[in-house]
């Protein structure tokens, strides 16, 4: 299988996806732990892929979404953005309604 491939049947075969460096238990950087916080918040059930054991997968998410950093996330196949992103999103509350509307498991209300 190729690496785009790959990368396709994981997103599109998990409801939320994240790309980053370390595991959601033990982020290995500050930005991926940012990602990782916020779904620890909202109580998401995601699939994190670890980069830093793949530099094949560390390049060709790069490619697969024309993005050039990590992390990346994805929710229905879609990619969502950054740490950045990710993080204005859960401020303003955009986040949780496109998990809602998704459908995909957000455990309560959690607020900043
Ligand atoms: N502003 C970025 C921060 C992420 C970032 O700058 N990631 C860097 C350092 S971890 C990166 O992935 N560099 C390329 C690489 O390490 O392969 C965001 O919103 O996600
Ligand atoms: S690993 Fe150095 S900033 Fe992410």
Redesign the pocket.
């Known amino acids: 299988m190729s690496i785009h491939d790959f990368i396709d049947s994981q997103v599109k075969s998990n409801d939320v996806v994240v790309f980053m ?1 370390g595991t959601p238990q033990f982020p ?5 732990g940012q990602v990782a916080h916020i779904m620890g918040l909202l109580g998401v059930d995601y699939k994190g892929i670890n980069v830093l054991d793949s530099d094949e997968i560390r390049q060709g998410i790069k490619e697969y979404t024309n993005w050039p950093t ?1 992390p990346q996330v994805f929710v229905k196949g879609e990619f969502v953005g950054g740490c950045d992103i990710v993080r204005e999103m859960y401020q303003s509350g955009e986040l949780q309604t496109l998990l809602e509307e998704q459908g995909v498991v957000v455990a309560g209300r959690a607020t900043a």
Request: aromatic share 14%; with cysteine; net charge positive.
């Open positions: 460096k290995m950087c500050g930005f991926s990590i």
